[in-house]
């Protein structure tokens, strides 16, 4: 019994990396090889055989010693470390593995404009400043989408899912056109024979509807990334289709819900399934269906006459939705996208319902737009101050927020939020810049 050293090479045709393995108190007569699975068995000449995985042995090899010599399966990689041997561990007890270099994924430094970053194991994050947002701090906190050409002002009316697609419509030369938003191609036209608006889109962003303006009458409309409009007709009297305008659509695309003049002019809200329209109820001389849930299985909406606000299952049909007490009225205008929340205003105040039951305040005169997938973040408007809410803070001034953050607001007023993104941190809506109507994004942590 006594301490020895003992030395094997592993080479290849391009490296030779060397290990040492210290034996404690081993009696190399024993037969056992070391390190396990990296050992090898010696044939009758003393020479170790090579595995599927390392170097076949020759005649000209190393002889083995009693107890046998490991294969270079044991022996690490070229520009690796041995975690047994390197840390002076016994590779009769450790199997003597290589192990990978620790990786810094914060050099160079991935964060942009000025951002400071923290290494998170097999990432990193980036903490933004001077008014940059964004995961490598490339986007700006606050954000104007540039106008279309020739136009005087725009509008919002939804994002997709991220935040990274934004539609609407813009003036241009005195009529309104539909236009569509994502950073690889700035701000483009939906093609359009006539007056048109977009006012949703699905939640990856590559189907649009809205409607478009023919010589007869507005007709419910629809694109795919950013081309070929496909219609919505209204619903049919006498053969002939009437008015109409398509407001919402689900995430796989295939329903589409808004409005269609009913036989005495008066809107009726319907759906569209195969491009054909069905009413989704009655009661009320006016209904409008404003918002979808991302399956298709919820819409809301309101209604006059009597006036309510209103919400549309399948196993429901067209209901109203509950009131605070002394309210009266009400406006839906919003459906998160899991379709549990439903959010709007009534009596002035901004609201949000979930279910069946009475609806939440969110502390403020104003009205609730849209909200995120499941509803925990709220954007709308108060006062002429565009206004975020959440479960912890409650409802706050988004120019506020902004500023906190760094944003810079010269010339900025953000009068109201009209959408936002699945995950809450994506903000858009409408608002002026130097005085020109511009639509704007805002890009919360």
Known sequence: MFRSIRVWAACSLIVCAAVACTAKDRDFGSGEAPGGAGAAAENAGGVPQGDAGGVPSTAGGVPSNAGGAPSDAGAPAAGGTNSAAGAGGDCATSPCEPTEPEVDDCSPNPCKNAGQCSDIGDGFSCECVNGFAGADCTEKLLEALPLLANATACSLEALNGNGRVAVGDCVVNGTRKAFWWKPSIGTKALPSSGESSASAVTSDGTFIVGYSLNTDFASGSSWLNGGG????????????????????????????????????????????????????????????????????????????????????????????????AGASGGQAYGVSRDGAVIVGTASGDALRWIGSAAPESLGVKGIARAASQTGDVVVGSSGGEAIVWDKTRGARILSDVLFELGADLTGWSLSEALAVSADGHVVGGNGTLAGVEQVWLARLP
Do not use: F
């Open 229 to 324: 409009s496909l219609g919505y007709p209204g619903l049919l009297y006498g053969g002939m289709a009437v008015t109409s305008h398509a407001r919402a659509v689900s995430d796989d695309g295939q329903i589409v819900a808004g409005m269609s003049e009913s036989a005495n002019g008066a809107p009726r809200a319907v759906r569209w399934i195969n491009h054909v329209a069905e009413s989704l109820g009655s009661g009320h001389d006016e209904i409008y269906a404003t918002a979808m849930s991302g399956d298709g299985k919820v819409i809301a909406g309101y209604a006059y006459d009597p006036n309510a606000a209103i919400k549309w299952t399948l196993e429901t049909g067209l209901v109203k939705l509950q009131l605070p």
